[in-house]
Protein backbone atom coordinates (compact mmCIF):
# COMPACT_ATOMS: atom_id res chain seq x y z
CA UNK A 1 0.00 0.00 0.00
CA UNK A 2 1.65 3.84 -0.55
CA UNK A 3 2.54 5.18 2.31
CA UNK A 4 2.84 9.29 3.06
CA UNK A 5 5.78 10.52 0.61
CA UNK A 6 4.55 7.83 -1.93
CA UNK A 7 5.36 9.08 -5.52
CA UNK A 8 2.56 9.50 -8.29
CA UNK A 9 4.44 6.35 -10.04
CA UNK A 10 4.23 4.96 -6.77
CA UNK A 11 0.38 4.99 -6.64
CA UNK A 12 -0.15 4.37 -10.07
CA UNK A 13 2.27 1.15 -9.86
CA UNK A 14 0.09 -0.23 -6.40
CA UNK A 15 -2.96 0.09 -8.67
CA UNK A 16 -1.85 -2.20 -10.89
CA UNK A 17 0.43 -4.42 -8.82
CA UNK A 18 -2.00 -4.90 -5.30
CA UNK A 19 -4.81 -7.23 -5.25
CA UNK A 20 -7.16 -5.36 -3.76
CA UNK A 21 -7.30 -2.95 -6.60
CA UNK A 22 -8.37 -5.16 -8.96
CA UNK A 23 -10.69 -4.04 -11.33
CA UNK A 24 -10.45 -0.46 -9.93
CA UNK A 25 -9.29 1.16 -12.77
CA UNK A 26 -11.64 -0.28 -15.45
CA UNK A 27 -15.10 0.31 -12.94
CA UNK A 28 -13.90 4.10 -12.63
CA UNK A 29 -13.24 4.29 -16.50
CA UNK A 30 -16.90 2.47 -17.08
CA UNK A 31 -19.02 4.15 -14.43
CA UNK A 32 -20.48 6.87 -16.22
CA UNK A 33 -21.59 4.75 -19.36
CA UNK A 34 -23.42 2.59 -16.34
CA UNK A 35 -27.42 3.86 -16.28
CA UNK A 36 -29.43 3.57 -13.49
CA UNK A 37 -32.42 1.26 -13.87
CA UNK A 38 -35.97 2.63 -14.00
CA UNK A 39 -38.00 2.86 -10.36
CA UNK A 40 -35.40 2.04 -8.30
CA UNK A 41 -36.12 2.62 -4.77
CA UNK A 42 -33.55 0.88 -3.01
CA UNK A 43 -30.82 -2.09 -3.53
CA UNK A 44 -27.96 -3.45 -1.30
CA UNK A 45 -24.60 -1.38 -1.06
CA UNK A 46 -23.02 -4.22 -2.94
CA UNK A 47 -25.49 -3.92 -5.74
CA UNK A 48 -25.09 0.10 -5.60
CA UNK A 49 -21.34 -0.46 -6.22
CA UNK A 50 -21.37 -3.59 -7.79
CA UNK A 51 -23.55 -1.79 -10.50
CA UNK A 52 -21.44 1.41 -10.89
CA UNK A 53 -18.16 0.14 -10.41
CA UNK A 54 -18.04 -3.70 -10.54
CA UNK A 55 -17.86 -6.50 -8.37
CA UNK A 56 -13.94 -6.18 -7.26
CA UNK A 57 -14.68 -2.78 -5.87
CA UNK A 58 -17.62 -3.74 -3.66
CA UNK A 59 -16.00 -6.74 -2.61
CA UNK A 60 -12.36 -5.60 -1.69
CA UNK A 61 -12.82 -2.16 -0.54
CA UNK A 62 -16.56 -0.88 -0.12
CA UNK A 63 -16.76 -4.09 1.75
CA UNK A 64 -13.90 -3.40 4.45
CA UNK A 65 -14.79 0.27 4.23
CA UNK A 66 -18.72 -1.01 5.53
CA UNK A 67 -17.06 -3.33 8.10
CA UNK A 68 -15.36 -1.03 10.11
CA UNK A 69 -18.11 1.24 10.26
CA UNK A 70 -21.31 -1.23 10.22
CA UNK A 71 -19.91 -4.64 11.10
CA UNK A 72 -22.40 -5.73 8.69
CA UNK A 73 -22.43 -7.60 4.96
CA UNK A 74 -22.49 -5.03 1.87
CA UNK A 75 -25.27 -6.98 -0.04
CA UNK A 76 -27.70 -6.66 3.28
CA UNK A 77 -27.51 -3.29 3.87
CA UNK A 78 -29.53 -0.64 2.28
CA UNK A 79 -27.79 1.43 -0.04
CA UNK A 80 -30.05 4.82 -0.04
CA UNK A 81 -29.49 4.22 3.68
CA UNK A 82 -25.72 4.21 3.84
CA UNK A 83 -25.06 5.84 1.03
CA UNK A 84 -27.37 8.59 1.11
CA UNK A 85 -26.44 11.65 -1.05
CA UNK A 86 -24.24 9.81 -3.13
CA UNK A 87 -27.10 7.35 -4.36
CA UNK A 88 -28.97 10.91 -4.60
CA UNK A 89 -26.59 12.06 -6.53
CA UNK A 90 -26.34 9.02 -9.43
CA UNK A 91 -30.58 9.81 -9.32
CA UNK A 92 -29.95 13.01 -10.30
CA UNK A 93 -27.19 12.71 -12.84
CA UNK A 94 -27.34 8.99 -13.47
CA UNK A 95 -23.59 8.93 -13.00
CA UNK A 96 -21.50 8.99 -9.46
CA UNK A 97 -19.01 10.34 -10.53
CA UNK A 98 -19.64 13.45 -13.46
CA UNK A 99 -22.61 13.97 -10.47
CA UNK A 100 -20.30 14.42 -7.84
CA UNK A 101 -17.67 16.66 -9.84
CA UNK A 102 -20.73 18.61 -10.98
CA UNK A 103 -22.06 18.98 -7.28
CA UNK A 104 -18.31 20.31 -6.18
CA UNK A 105 -18.17 23.06 -8.81
CA UNK A 106 -21.52 24.09 -8.43
CA UNK A 107 -22.65 27.42 -6.53
CA UNK A 108 -25.74 25.65 -5.09
CA UNK A 109 -24.96 22.43 -4.42
CA UNK A 110 -27.40 20.22 -3.31
CA UNK A 111 -28.05 19.68 0.84
CA UNK A 112 -29.89 17.54 2.36
CA UNK A 113 -33.00 19.60 4.52
CA UNK A 114 -31.43 18.12 7.59
CA UNK A 115 -28.48 19.88 6.91
CA UNK A 116 -30.06 23.65 5.94
CA UNK A 117 -31.87 23.07 9.32
CA UNK A 118 -29.23 22.11 11.56
CA UNK A 119 -27.25 25.10 10.21
CA UNK A 120 -29.91 27.69 10.82
CA UNK A 121 -30.18 26.37 14.13
CA UNK A 122 -26.36 26.24 14.63
CA UNK A 123 -26.02 29.87 13.52
CA UNK A 124 -29.35 30.92 15.95
CA UNK A 125 -27.26 28.96 18.90
CA UNK A 126 -23.69 30.63 17.81
CA UNK A 127 -25.67 34.48 17.84
CA UNK A 128 -27.30 33.90 21.28
CA UNK A 129 -24.55 32.58 23.14
CA UNK A 130 -20.78 33.03 23.73
CA UNK A 131 -18.48 31.05 22.00
CA UNK A 132 -15.45 32.64 23.12
CA UNK A 133 -14.10 29.33 25.46
CA UNK A 134 -14.46 27.35 22.79
CA UNK A 135 -12.75 29.53 20.42
CA UNK A 136 -10.37 30.45 22.99
CA UNK A 137 -9.05 26.73 23.21
CA UNK A 138 -8.93 26.52 19.54
CA UNK A 139 -11.85 23.61 19.38
CA UNK A 140 -13.18 24.96 15.65
CA UNK A 141 -9.46 25.02 14.22
CA UNK A 142 -8.98 21.26 15.53
CA UNK A 143 -11.83 19.97 14.56
CA UNK A 144 -11.88 21.10 11.08
CA UNK A 145 -8.63 19.86 10.60
CA UNK A 146 -9.44 15.80 12.25
CA UNK A 147 -10.47 12.86 10.71
CA UNK A 148 -11.63 11.60 14.18
CA UNK A 149 -11.59 12.68 17.63
CA UNK A 150 -11.37 10.48 21.18
CA UNK A 151 -11.78 11.34 24.98
CA UNK A 152 -8.72 11.98 27.24
CA UNK A 153 -10.80 9.01 30.08
CA UNK A 154 -12.32 7.45 26.91
CA UNK A 155 -15.64 7.77 25.41
CA UNK A 156 -17.44 7.29 28.85
CA UNK A 157 -16.17 10.62 29.80
CA UNK A 158 -18.68 12.02 27.40
CA UNK A 159 -21.63 10.14 29.50
CA UNK A 160 -20.35 11.10 32.63
CA UNK A 161 -20.39 14.97 31.86
CA UNK A 162 -23.79 14.95 30.93
CA UNK A 163 -24.57 13.38 33.89
CA UNK A 164 -22.84 16.06 36.02
CA UNK A 165 -23.91 18.80 34.01
CA UNK A 166 -27.93 17.39 33.91
CA UNK A 167 -27.28 16.74 37.52
CA UNK A 168 -27.04 20.90 38.40
CA UNK A 169 -30.63 21.59 36.16
CA UNK A 170 -33.00 22.07 38.90
CA UNK A 171 -35.99 20.39 36.51
CA UNK A 172 -33.88 17.33 35.31
CA UNK A 173 -34.11 13.83 36.95
CA UNK A 174 -31.80 11.16 36.66
CA UNK A 175 -33.41 7.90 37.24
CA UNK A 176 -31.02 4.85 37.28
CA UNK A 177 -31.81 1.32 37.40
CA UNK A 178 -35.45 2.32 36.31
CA UNK A 179 -36.79 -0.44 34.24
CA UNK A 180 -39.71 0.77 31.20
CA UNK A 181 -43.26 -1.88 31.14
CA UNK A 182 -45.17 -0.35 28.91
CA UNK A 183 -45.64 3.49 27.19
CA UNK A 184 -48.47 4.45 25.70
CA UNK A 185 -51.02 7.83 24.87
CA UNK A 186 -53.39 8.24 27.67
CA UNK A 187 -57.08 8.23 26.12
CA UNK A 188 -59.03 11.54 25.34
CA UNK A 189 -55.77 13.84 26.32
CA UNK A 190 -52.42 14.78 24.60
CA UNK A 191 -50.97 13.28 27.64
CA UNK A 192 -48.21 9.61 27.14
CA UNK A 193 -48.40 7.67 29.71
CA UNK A 194 -45.16 5.18 30.62
CA UNK A 195 -45.05 2.63 32.94
CA UNK A 196 -42.14 1.57 34.68
CA UNK A 197 -41.69 -2.08 34.47
CA UNK A 198 -39.09 -5.07 34.97
CA UNK A 199 -38.07 -5.23 31.09
CA UNK A 200 -35.56 -1.99 29.81
CA UNK A 201 -33.32 0.29 31.81
CA UNK A 202 -34.00 4.16 31.43
CA UNK A 203 -30.48 5.51 31.25
CA UNK A 204 -31.98 9.23 31.81
CA UNK A 205 -35.30 10.55 32.51
CA UNK A 206 -35.91 14.37 31.61
CA UNK A 207 -38.90 15.77 33.23
CA UNK A 208 -39.65 19.02 31.92
CA UNK A 209 -43.32 18.70 32.01
CA UNK A 210 -45.44 16.00 34.50
CA UNK A 211 -47.76 14.54 31.57
CA UNK A 212 -46.50 11.30 30.07
CA UNK A 213 -47.23 8.55 32.45
CA UNK A 214 -44.48 5.96 33.58
CA UNK A 215 -45.53 2.69 35.78
CA UNK A 216 -43.20 0.83 37.80
CA UNK A 217 -44.19 -2.97 38.54
CA UNK A 218 -42.18 -2.52 41.63
CA UNK A 219 -41.53 0.74 44.31
CA UNK A 220 -38.74 2.65 43.65
CA UNK A 221 -37.82 5.27 46.16
CA UNK A 222 -38.74 8.16 43.65
CA UNK A 223 -41.20 6.82 41.60
CA UNK A 224 -42.99 5.62 44.39
CA UNK A 225 -44.58 2.37 42.25
CA UNK A 226 -46.91 4.96 40.15
CA UNK A 227 -47.96 6.09 36.71
CA UNK A 228 -46.54 9.17 35.74
CA UNK A 229 -47.78 11.63 32.82
CA UNK A 230 -45.22 13.75 30.70
CA UNK A 231 -46.28 16.05 27.81
CA UNK A 232 -43.04 14.15 25.58
CA UNK A 233 -40.85 11.07 25.55
CA UNK A 234 -37.65 11.17 23.60
CA UNK A 235 -36.46 7.20 23.61
CA UNK A 236 -32.98 6.59 22.45
CA UNK A 237 -33.24 2.91 23.50
CA UNK A 238 -33.29 0.29 20.10
CA UNK A 239 -36.02 0.29 17.59
CA UNK A 240 -37.15 -3.09 18.26
CA UNK A 241 -37.31 -2.97 22.18
CA UNK A 242 -39.13 0.34 22.07
CA UNK A 243 -41.83 -1.68 19.81
CA UNK A 244 -42.51 -4.19 22.90
CA UNK A 245 -43.06 -1.97 25.12
CA UNK A 246 -45.41 0.50 23.26
CA UNK A 247 -48.88 0.13 23.46
CA UNK A 248 -51.37 -1.05 21.62
CA UNK A 249 -49.03 -4.01 21.27
CA UNK A 250 -46.96 -3.62 17.76
CA UNK A 251 -48.12 -0.51 16.96
CA UNK A 252 -44.50 0.53 15.48
CA UNK A 253 -44.23 -2.78 14.32
CA UNK A 254 -41.27 -1.42 11.46
CA UNK A 255 -39.21 -0.72 13.92
CA UNK A 256 -38.65 -4.23 15.27
CA UNK A 257 -37.38 -5.12 11.75
CA UNK A 258 -34.13 -3.60 12.46
CA UNK A 259 -31.53 -6.60 13.19
CA UNK A 260 -27.97 -5.88 15.04
CA UNK A 261 -24.67 -7.49 14.60
CA UNK A 262 -22.93 -8.49 17.52
CA UNK A 263 -19.50 -7.34 18.12
CA UNK A 264 -16.38 -8.75 20.08
CA UNK A 265 -13.58 -5.89 21.11
CA UNK A 266 -10.42 -7.30 21.87
CA UNK A 267 -7.81 -4.38 23.46
CA UNK A 268 -4.11 -5.73 23.53
CA UNK A 269 -1.31 -3.33 25.15
CA UNK A 270 2.40 -4.51 24.02
CA UNK A 271 5.23 -2.95 26.04
CA UNK A 272 7.20 -2.69 22.58
CA UNK A 273 6.38 0.37 21.30
CA UNK A 274 7.90 -0.65 18.17
CA UNK A 275 6.25 -3.59 17.96
CA UNK A 276 4.34 -1.93 14.82
CA UNK A 277 6.10 -2.30 11.18
CA UNK A 278 3.90 0.22 9.26
CA UNK A 279 1.73 2.79 11.29
CA UNK A 280 -1.24 4.61 10.47
CA UNK A 281 -4.93 4.33 11.82
CA UNK A 282 -4.90 0.34 11.36
CA UNK A 283 -6.39 -2.11 8.79
CA UNK A 284 -9.83 -3.25 7.28
CA UNK A 285 -10.82 -6.81 6.08
CA UNK A 286 -12.66 -7.49 3.40
CA UNK A 287 -15.25 -10.43 2.53
CA UNK A 288 -12.94 -11.23 -0.49
CA UNK A 289 -10.33 -12.33 1.87
CA UNK A 290 -9.81 -16.03 1.69
CA UNK A 291 -11.15 -17.97 4.83
CA UNK A 292 -7.47 -19.43 5.95
CA UNK A 293 -6.44 -15.34 6.19
CA UNK A 294 -9.17 -15.19 8.29
CA UNK A 295 -10.60 -17.76 9.94
CA UNK A 296 -11.19 -15.93 13.19
CA UNK A 297 -14.00 -13.25 11.16
CA UNK A 298 -11.96 -10.49 12.35
CA UNK A 299 -13.16 -7.54 11.02
CA UNK A 300 -9.90 -4.93 11.49
CA UNK A 301 -7.32 -3.75 13.72
CA UNK A 302 -7.15 -0.67 14.95
CA UNK A 303 -3.55 0.91 15.74
CA UNK A 304 -4.25 2.52 18.77
CA UNK A 305 -0.82 4.00 20.07
CA UNK A 306 -1.32 5.30 16.83
CA UNK A 307 -4.53 6.95 16.14
CA UNK A 308 -5.07 8.50 19.27
CA UNK A 309 -1.45 9.92 19.98
CA UNK A 310 -1.03 11.56 23.04
CA UNK A 311 -3.91 10.08 25.14
CA UNK A 312 -1.48 7.42 26.86
CA UNK A 313 1.72 8.38 29.13
CA UNK A 314 3.19 4.73 29.56
CA UNK A 315 5.10 4.18 26.48
CA UNK A 316 4.16 0.99 24.65
CA UNK A 317 1.79 0.10 21.63
CA UNK A 318 -2.01 -0.34 21.87
CA UNK A 319 -4.08 -2.58 19.53
CA UNK A 320 -7.43 -3.29 18.98
CA UNK A 321 -8.85 -6.64 17.38
CA UNK A 322 -12.50 -6.55 16.30
CA UNK A 323 -13.99 -9.50 15.85
CA UNK A 324 -17.63 -11.28 14.43
CA UNK A 325 -20.19 -8.71 13.09
CA UNK A 326 -21.93 -10.11 10.39
CA UNK A 327 -19.99 -12.89 9.77
CA UNK A 328 -21.58 -14.29 13.33
CA UNK A 329 -25.69 -13.62 12.26
CA UNK A 330 -27.40 -16.69 13.78
CA UNK A 331 -25.20 -17.90 15.98
CA UNK A 332 -26.26 -18.89 19.65
CA UNK A 333 -23.27 -18.87 21.15
CA UNK A 334 -20.15 -16.59 21.04
CA UNK A 335 -16.35 -16.99 22.14
CA UNK A 336 -15.53 -16.33 25.78
CA UNK A 337 -12.94 -14.37 27.12
CA UNK A 338 -9.78 -16.46 27.00
CA UNK A 339 -11.15 -17.68 23.28
CA UNK A 340 -11.44 -13.91 22.12
CA UNK A 341 -8.31 -13.21 23.39
CA UNK A 342 -6.66 -15.95 21.62
CA UNK A 343 -8.44 -15.55 18.49
CA UNK A 344 -7.63 -11.56 18.54
CA UNK A 345 -3.36 -12.80 18.87
CA UNK A 346 -3.95 -15.37 16.45
CA UNK A 347 -4.92 -12.49 13.92
CA UNK A 348 -2.05 -10.22 14.89
CA UNK A 349 0.57 -13.05 14.47
CA UNK A 350 -0.91 -14.22 11.64
CA UNK A 351 -1.26 -10.53 9.54
CA UNK A 352 1.59 -8.53 11.71
CA UNK A 353 4.25 -10.93 12.72
CA UNK A 354 3.04 -10.10 16.46
CA UNK A 355 4.25 -12.84 18.18
CA UNK A 356 4.86 -11.10 21.61
CA UNK A 357 2.66 -11.65 25.20
CA UNK A 358 0.35 -8.68 25.63
CA UNK A 359 1.21 -7.39 29.13
CA UNK A 360 -2.66 -6.59 29.29
CA UNK A 361 -5.37 -8.02 27.18
CA UNK A 362 -9.30 -6.84 27.90
CA UNK A 363 -11.93 -8.51 26.08
CA UNK A 364 -15.68 -7.46 25.62
CA UNK A 365 -18.39 -9.04 23.72
CA UNK A 366 -21.00 -6.66 22.66
CA UNK A 367 -24.38 -7.99 21.83
CA UNK A 368 -26.87 -6.15 19.42
CA UNK A 369 -24.49 -3.35 19.51
CA UNK A 370 -24.81 -1.97 15.96
CA UNK A 371 -28.32 -1.76 14.01
CA UNK A 372 -27.81 -2.95 10.54
CA UNK A 373 -29.96 -0.83 7.83
CA UNK A 374 -30.96 -3.57 5.39
CA UNK A 375 -32.70 -2.77 2.05
CA UNK A 376 -35.74 -0.89 2.51
CA UNK A 377 -34.98 0.46 5.86
CA UNK A 378 -35.64 4.34 4.62
CA UNK A 379 -39.37 3.11 3.76
CA UNK A 380 -39.78 1.38 6.97
CA UNK A 381 -38.64 4.28 9.06
CA UNK A 382 -41.44 6.32 6.88
CA UNK A 383 -43.86 3.86 7.74
CA UNK A 384 -42.96 3.98 11.65
CA UNK A 385 -42.95 7.91 11.75
CA UNK A 386 -46.94 7.54 10.33
CA UNK A 387 -47.29 5.00 13.05
CA UNK A 388 -46.04 7.84 15.83
CA UNK A 389 -47.75 10.34 14.67
CA UNK A 390 -50.99 8.54 14.66
CA UNK A 391 -50.29 6.22 17.94
CA UNK A 392 -48.52 8.95 19.84
CA UNK A 393 -50.18 12.58 18.19
CA UNK A 394 -46.29 13.63 18.12
CA UNK A 395 -45.77 12.86 21.69
CA UNK A 396 -43.06 10.04 21.01
CA UNK A 397 -39.98 10.48 19.38
CA UNK A 398 -36.88 8.62 18.76
CA UNK A 399 -33.08 9.56 18.17
CA UNK A 400 -30.04 7.30 18.50
CA UNK A 401 -28.49 4.47 16.76
CA UNK A 402 -31.15 2.35 15.27
CA UNK A 403 -33.06 5.29 13.05
CA UNK A 404 -30.73 7.77 11.70
CA UNK A 405 -27.19 6.47 11.70
CA UNK A 406 -24.99 4.38 13.86
CA UNK A 407 -21.89 6.52 15.52
CA UNK A 408 -21.79 8.68 18.15
CA UNK A 409 -22.34 12.18 16.14
CA UNK A 410 -25.28 10.65 14.59
CA UNK A 411 -26.70 9.81 17.87
CA UNK A 412 -25.78 13.48 18.98
CA UNK A 413 -26.60 14.79 15.96
CA UNK A 414 -30.31 13.49 16.46
CA UNK A 415 -30.82 14.46 19.62
CA UNK A 416 -30.04 17.97 19.20
CA UNK A 417 -32.01 18.08 16.04
CA UNK A 418 -34.95 16.87 18.17
CA UNK A 419 -34.89 19.26 20.64
CA UNK A 420 -34.27 21.88 18.72
CA UNK A 421 -37.46 21.16 16.95
CA UNK A 422 -39.30 20.03 20.02
CA UNK A 423 -37.86 23.71 21.05
CA UNK A 424 -39.54 25.36 17.80
CA UNK A 425 -42.61 24.27 18.60
CA UNK A 426 -42.59 21.39 15.40
CA UNK A 427 -44.22 18.32 15.35
CA UNK A 428 -41.74 15.88 14.53
CA UNK A 429 -40.56 12.20 15.22
CA UNK A 430 -37.14 12.32 14.50
CA UNK A 431 -38.01 9.91 11.19
CA UNK A 432 -38.55 12.70 8.68
CA UNK A 433 -35.41 11.73 6.95
CA UNK A 434 -33.64 8.72 8.02
CA UNK A 435 -31.45 8.06 4.80
CA UNK A 436 -29.93 11.80 5.14
CA UNK A 437 -30.33 12.79 1.35
CA UNK A 438 -34.06 12.06 0.53
CA UNK A 439 -34.80 15.80 0.62
CA UNK A 440 -32.78 18.20 -0.68
CA UNK A 441 -32.09 21.38 -1.17
CA UNK A 442 -29.91 23.46 -3.57
CA UNK A 443 -27.96 26.44 -1.21
CA UNK A 444 -25.62 28.19 -2.23
CA UNK A 445 -21.84 28.37 -1.07
CA UNK A 446 -22.31 32.00 0.53
CA UNK A 447 -25.26 30.39 2.90
CA UNK A 448 -23.56 27.11 3.73
CA UNK A 449 -20.40 29.06 4.68
CA UNK A 450 -21.82 32.31 6.66
CA UNK A 451 -24.21 29.50 8.11
CA UNK A 452 -21.37 27.55 9.99
CA UNK A 453 -18.82 30.61 11.10
Not at 31 to 47: C, K, W
Not at 438 to 445: A, S
Amino acid sequence: MPGPGSSFLDIISTMFSEPVFKGVLYGLLMEPFRSRPEDLRDESVGAFISRRFGSDVADNIVSAVIHGIYAGDIYQLSAKSILGKLYKVEESYDTVLFGTYGESIRDDPLVPLREKQLMASLRSQTMQQDAGPLTELGIFDRIKKSSVYTFKKGIGQLADALEATLNEIPNVTILKNTPIEALELVPGSSDSKVNFGTFFDLAFSLRCLPQIMLSPAKKMDVMENKNHLYSHVISTIAGKTLNLITKPKDCLQPLALTPSVTVMVVNLYYANPDILRAHGFGYLLPRSLPFKQNPERALGVVFDSDATIGQDVTPGTKLTVMLGGHWWDGWDVYPDEEEGAYMARSVLARHLNILDEPKATRVGLQRNCIPQYTVGHADRMHDASKRLLKHFEGRLMVAGNSYSGVGLNDCVRAAYELSWNLQCGREVTGLEDPAGGERMMRRTITEITSAVR
